[in-house]
């Protein structure tokens, strides 16, 4: 697995993530689960591989967007 | 009993207890269909008997999906788990009692899991856990 961690202060839609992941240009769409801790601010969204860069980018996209 | 700042006191034997308390009650949210943790209070325990008090309040943003949650200790021991329907959004409030016999001194996890169903965002908050020591 591979987690990529984001700082979100306001509750991101999940669901939109996992939607924007399926719907988007990324080669690796193996999204499992996106986890967000108010406490923290911080957003968690794991794959169950690394991505590449172009995808790392494209995930990046979507984060911000949601 | 005599309450004061954390420590209980028996007035006819003067034998004290220790009240300890872990909370979080921010939100934590998740789309994984497997548990994932959402709060972790890990107190430092004597080899006694405690009463444990916990709540917890679980939703999911699809009232058409369960929500799953539990409290456990030192990831062995389920103290309470629950899966339940809910309105979308609408907070379902779980909590309980529970007699924790400590042998083994030291810190102990008491750790708050939730997941999804088959779908939308579930969602945990007001996870808090209280631990009396018993005095005999």
Known sequence: ?66 | MVETDGIQTDPKTSATTTVIQGSEETEDTTTSATYVEAYRFSPTLDVAKYKVDFYYALTNSNGSYNVSGRLQIDDTTTISETTTDVFTDLYHGIGGTYFFNNTTPGTHNFDFDFQRGAGGTAKIRSKRVILTKVVE
Do not use: Q, R
């Open chain 1, 1 to 66: 697995m591979a987690t990529y961690t984001y700082t979100k202060t306001a509750e991101p839609n999940l669901e939109a993530i996992h939607d924007g992941v399926a719907g988007s240009e990324m080669m690796d769409k193996s999204i499992l689960y996106c986890h967000w801790d108010e406490g923290a601010e911080l957003l968690e969204v794991v794959f169950s591989g690394s991505l590449s860069d172009s995808d790392k980018a494209i995930l990046d996209g979507i984060v911000e967007a949601s």
